[in-house]
């Protein structure tokens, strides 16, 4: 973007197959609002061949993230060695994204785009991360983050910040990048470094662990806290339809409380996992 904004998610073998993940991502750009000019700003990161050699069919942006020796095809069971490598191997990837200067929001490709997310972050923010529950107050370290949404600006700050977070990886052996955050954000050293860490609120940044009720302001929505990926297809295939049923109303509906999401159905799963 003009400001060195990109977007970039990940995609690996498992979530590309037609009518899988990615093909609900990119539709949730083209049927949200003002969300299909910011297709062009996205660059979709891979992890092996198979997902690159598809991510070029569907999008103009691809890359190639490799790791020698280590195979990331397949559905990555939550926590085995190979799900933590590639986490942890896509964080040490934005560090590098930070230092060439660009600033950037990751997300993970089972969120839905359903607005343009920029106006909802606030203006002096280092790091903005999405929750699977949020206590109501954005700077408040309470609040329970999701790595699957971050915004991040590139300064000094951030940069020290990713380094500190992936250096953390080896202080707590057998982690999730998301785990160890939910640690060292309150590390004193994040306060020295000066980073401002906010929260995004789940009335606009929403997912099946806490849902964006009101579809009128509703930005994006996860498929967190759902185990199994045919689980997460069927969700958010319904939740797709929940959003072109709304933006097909005319706009008094638009209006009534009553509107809310038909889902999570399969995936119901309390403050579990993402
Ligand atoms: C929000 O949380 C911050 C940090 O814990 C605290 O300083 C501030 O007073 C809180 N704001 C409100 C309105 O509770």
Redesign the pocket.
């Known amino acids: 973007m003009g400001d060195n904004t990109v977007i970039l998610t990940t995609l690996n073998d498992a979530w590309s197959s037609p009518g899988s993940v990615m093909d609900l991502f990119m539709d949730s750009f083209r049927s949200g609002v003002k969300t299909s000019f910011l297709l062009k700003h996205l660059v979709i990161v891979t992890f092996d061949g198979k997902a690159y050699k598809h991510c070029v069919k569907i999008h103009p942006h691809c890359f190639a993230l490799g790791t020698e020796g280590v195979d990331f095809s397949e559905e990555k069971r939550f926590l085995t060695s190979g799900y933590l490598e590639m986490m942890w191997t896509r964080l040490d990837f934005l560090r590098l994204v930070l230092e060439k200067g660009y600033n950037f929001i990751f997300t993970d490709a089972d969120i839905m785009w359903f607005r343009n997310p920029f106006p909802h972050f606030h203006p002096d923010g280092d790091f903005q991360i999405a929750c699977d529950h949020y206590v109501g107050?954005s700077?408040?370290?309470r609040n329970i983050a999701n790595g699957g949404f971050i915004y991040v600006k590139s300064n000094e700050r951030t940069i020290e910040f990713y380094s500190f977070w992936y250096s953390s990886r080896f202080m707590y052996p057998g982690y999730h990048d998301q785990d160890v955050f939910n640690v060292i954000k309150h590390d004193p050293y994040v306060t020295d470094i000066g980073l401002k860490i906010m929260f995004l609120s789940t009335a606009y940044f929403g997912g099946f662990c806490e849902p964006s009720r009101d579809l009128n302001k509703v930005c994006t929505m996860h498929a967190n806290c759902c185990i199994g990926l045919p689980s997460k297809i069927h969700d958010l295939r319904i939740m797709i339809e929940d959003w072109r049923s709304y933006l097909s109303l005319p706009p008094n509906l638009k209006q009534l409380r009553a509107l809310t999401w038909r889902v999570p159905q399969n995936c119901r799963y309390g403050m579990v996992l993402t």
Do not use: A
Request: glycine share 0%; aromatic share 0%.
């Open positions: 107050n700077s408040d370290l």
